[in-house]
């Protein structure tokens, strides 16, 4: 009797399933789709074959947005750097044979790169947008960039939100840090919001004592601030929000290609020294 493949068990459930939800949904879905499908036992080497994500691509060029240190900024010698340019060359490396990283500092014009076919993909510090998935695929996320609860190290009794009750604790103004400390104080009793513009004093106040607790976006905080030495974060990432690279939907072997590397550079630690050279 003839074996079928779980691939083609696959591609037939996505035939399916095009058919049953429609086309409309397919077209802001194929590729995330594709990427559940690449992670069933055994198909993950044959749909990246079928697509041609597992050949080295001649050339690739990746943008960033220089704009935005320690992610990616340009240095008086006129270098581009940063854990975001890092990560751009790194999967240019593994990808092709002639990698680019430019830089591109308007999210319109890395878009509009993106669609013109001037730029492959962008790594610029996105995060999920419903609203532009028709033209263009989200990688799964490289860096968890969501609000998370900060305390001195000398602490023991504050491990999860319930525990900031009766606490005060200082937030950055108008963040999503602040969006879930007042969530959180919503259910529970006594605990002081306090919000703060100036990120370095509100780390001082924590590792200090002077503040239960800090809810603070990982982005916020200054690399190499002297007062991270004496805190941790507790219950990250209240809220997830992974910075994720933009592919045009156009080029399903990228997309795929790119998804593999960083589950590689994630699981070869690629990803967390970087994270310690530009960002602790």
Known sequence: MRRVSP??????????????????????????????????????????????????????????DASYPPFAFVQQDGALVGFESDLATELGNRLSDRPRVVNMDAADA?????????????????????????????????????????????RSDILSERDLAGKKVVVETGSLGEEEARR??????????????????MLALVAGGEAGAAILDRPSIPAGSPSMAT???????????????????????????IDREVEAMRADGALDRLDAKWLR
């Open 184 to 201: 959180v104080q919503r259910g529970l009793s006594g605990m002081e919001v306090i919000p703060m513009d100036d990120v370095d004093r």
């Open 7 to 64: 691939l083609g068990i696959a591609v037939a459930l996505l035939l399916f399933s095009m058919a049953v939800i429609g086309c409309d949904w397919w077209a802001s879905h194929d590729l995330e789709t594709l990427e559940v499908v690449r992670h069933l036992p055994m198909a993950g080497p044959r749909l990246e074959r079928w697509f041609g994500a597992d050949v080295k691509r001649a050339e690739v060029t990746f943008a960033v």
């Open 231 to 257: 805190l941790h974060f507790v219950a990250f990432p209240l809220r997830s929000v992974p910075y994720v690279i933009a592919v045009s939907r156009r080029d399903p072997a990228l997309f795929l290609a």
């Open 110 to 154: 890395l878009r509009d790169a993106l669609a013109a076919k001037k730029i492959d993909a962008i790594i610029a510090g996105l995060s999920y947008t419903p609203e532009v998935t028709r033209e263009v695929a989200y990688s799964e996320g490289y860096y968890e960039a969501g609000p998370g609860i900060l305390v001195s190290n000398s």
